[in-house]
């Protein structure tokens, strides 16, 4: 069994900056490719930003440069730094990859997510 646990999340001023963190653990091999999504009240998920085992990452339009996604392939840990938040940037933070489990088996996991909330 492979979980992925958020932190970071919280309140924060229009402006300010905020870093999140999605651990991987469990029975895992690899993982593939690792996605933030986000869900703010009222509407549908989201998709943020995607970070490949290689390193290679894209973004929402909406991100215009803000935040910046990494990963630590030996940790298992992925992160998102977002900096000039804006009000509009409040929601439940989702990570979401794609584990190649020690039984070599493909399976797309979720975390539970964390709140993160932009005051104006």
């Known amino acids: 069994q492979v979980q992925l646990v958020e932190s970071g999340g919280g309140l924060v001023q229009a402006g300010g900056s905020l870093r999140l963190s999605c651990a991987a653990s469990?029975?895992?091999?690899?993982?593939?490719?690792m996605h933030w999504y986000r869900q703010a009240p009222g509407k549908q998920r989201e998709w943020v930003a995607r970070?490949?085992?290689?390193?290679?990452?894209n973004y929402a339009d909406f991100v215009e440069g803000r935040f910046t996604v990494s990963r630590d392939n030996v940790k298992n840990t992925m992160w998102l730094q977002m900096n000039s938040l804006k009000p509009e940037d409040t929601a439940v933070y989702y990570c979401n990859a794609g584990v190649v489990s020690t039984a070599r088996s493909l399976v797309d996991y979720w975390g539970q997510g964390t709140q993160v909330t932009v005051s104006s």
């Open positions: 970070i490949t085992s290689t390193a290679i990452a």
């Open positions: 469990g029975s895992i091999f690899s993982i593939n490719d």
